[in-house]
């Protein structure tokens, strides 16, 4: 969970560059902050549909046992997101401590914060695993912890684009561009494809 978190974080922070890099490069529509704020919450809402239906799917969730899970699981995700932002808090303290050189005592402090806040961040889903548990049955539970991983790194290839182009976009694989000639995809050396028929009338 606390990956999604990051990666969902991640994803958000990308969006909003984006977004911020379309309005210096237009001078015909500029963005607002409230334009930025409203693109960043339709994202995160995105992200987290895609992120239940995954969870739904993965886990061949019951109603009986969605009725019960959910409730659960939300109330986990939101104390490891007040714990991300706890710890993010803590982290600039300390930072902030050392650069200002404050006191030995007020640098203990902060570390001793930072430290805390980085524990309470990692044992979330520890904690709530016996609750888990008791709901889903080790089985269940397990694919769970698999799941959460697999949509994060789903998350990030989508961001990243697979290590290749911009971010949000599927990489294309390694097709050679056809410069205005002939089809993508047939340059030389690779094999030739056939044309996928589209549905008409999308």
Not at 124 to 130: C, G, M, P, R, S
Not at 164 to 191: D, E
Request: glycine letters at 6%; zero cysteines.
């Amino acid at each position: 969970m606390k990956k999604f978190a990051l990666a969902a974080l991640a994803l958000l922070a990308a969006i909003t560059m984006s977004a911020q890099q379309s309005q210096g490069r237009t001078e015909k529509k500029s963005f607002s902050k409230e334009d930025v704020e409203k693109f960043k919450q339709n994202a995160q809402n995105r992200i987290q549909s895609e992120h239940i239906a995954y969870l739904t799917s993965e886990l061949e969730l019951t109603p009986e046992e969605a009725e019960r899970f959910w409730p659960i699981y939300n109330k986990a995700h939101q104390e490891q997101m007040d714990n991300n932002q706890n710890y993010r808090k803590a982290l600039k303290d300390l930072k902030m401590a050392v650069k200002e050189g404050k006191s030995e005592t007020d640098i203990k402090a902060a570390l001793d914060a930072y430290n805390k806040a980085k524990n309470d961040q990692r044992n979330v889903l520890a904690d709530y695993q016996k609750d888990f548990i008791k709901i889903l049955g080790v089985v269940k539970t397990a694919k769970l912890y698999v799941a959460e991983d697999s949509f994060r790194t789903r998350q990030i290839h989508n961001l990243t684009g697979g290590g290749k182009g911009q971010p949000g976009v599927r990489p294309q694989g390694n097709r050679q561009q056809n410069n205005g000639k002939g089809r993508p995809g047939y340059g030389k050396g690779q094999p030739k494809e056939k044309p996928v028929q589209q549905p008409e009338n999308i």
